[in-house]
């Protein structure tokens, strides 16, 4: 499935940013979705996942206190919602499928990736 992930762009520290992802003609209602993150010379990194049919979520320990993924069924949309952003969130920001049935993690048990999206937090 192809997927298109927007919604980056330039915050100061402590705004909001949400992210999005589509797959144009596509129903992802069969996959688990995911958001990761990318830092040159870091491994991609888990953000959040979703199981788009039964409606659970997940998070990045790290992160769920900050980050909030959901979905939209009828625009079939999925969304990375990012609050009280830090300089260290930024990254480019991918979102991915996987056809796992369980909460995938690790960025080679999702098979469909978009292009991602740059995430920069000024300080």
């Known amino acids: 499935v192809q997927l298109q992930a927007s919604g980056g762009g330039l915050v100061q520290s402590g705004g909001s940013l949400r992210l999005s992802c589509i797959a144009p003609?596509?129903?992802?209602?069969?996959?688990?979705m995911g958001w990761f993150r990318e830092v040159p010379g870091k491994e991609r990194e888990f953000v959040a996942g979703l199981n788009w049919s039964r409606g659970n979520k997940y998070y990045a320990d790290s992160l769920k206190d900050r980050f909030t993924i959901s979905r939209d069924n009828v625009k079939n949309t999925l969304y990375l919602q990012m609050n009280n952003l830090k300089p260290e969130d930024t990254a480019i920001y991918y979102c991915?499928?996987?056809?796992?049935?369980?909460?995938?993690?690790?960025?080679?048990?999702?098979?469909?990736w978009g292009k991602g999206t740059q995430v920069t937090v000024s300080s």
């Open positions: 003609g596509r129903s992802v209602s069969s996959y688990v």
């Open positions: 991915a499928a996987s056809q796992g049935r369980h909460a995938p993690r690790r960025a080679v048990e999702f098979g469909s």
